[in-house]
């Protein structure tokens, strides 16, 4: 009986380390700043950015206007209650 608490727990550590050693690896999450180095006419970044960006008081994003006639170039986000 000894013998078989001695295997079972041998056997249990073992399994353990093995699932530690195969774990997928973590990844890492950016956030906004990764998208720092992007300019104003980047259709992907100013997606993810207006994505990521928190909607104030329960609104959502209507539509954006970019801005690049002159600098300093820049997007206006327009929100609607719902």
């Known amino acids: 009986m000894k013998e078989m608490k001695i295997f079972s ?3 249990i550590l073992s399994l353990l380390f093995l699932s530690g050693c ?16 992007s300019y104003v006419g980047d259709n992907g970044a100013v997606g ?23 600098e300093p170039y ?3 986000l327009n929100y609607i209650n719902v």
């Open 9 to 11: 727990f041998l056997f």
């Open 22 to 37: 195969h774990s997928s690896p973590v990844q890492e999450e950016k956030g906004l700043f990764q998208y720092k180095a």
């Open 48 to 70: 993810q950015i207006t994505r990521r960006l928190p909607n104030p008081d329960g609104e959502h994003i209507s539509g954006l206007e970019v801005q690049t006639k002159k």
């Open 74 to 76: 820049g997007i206006t």
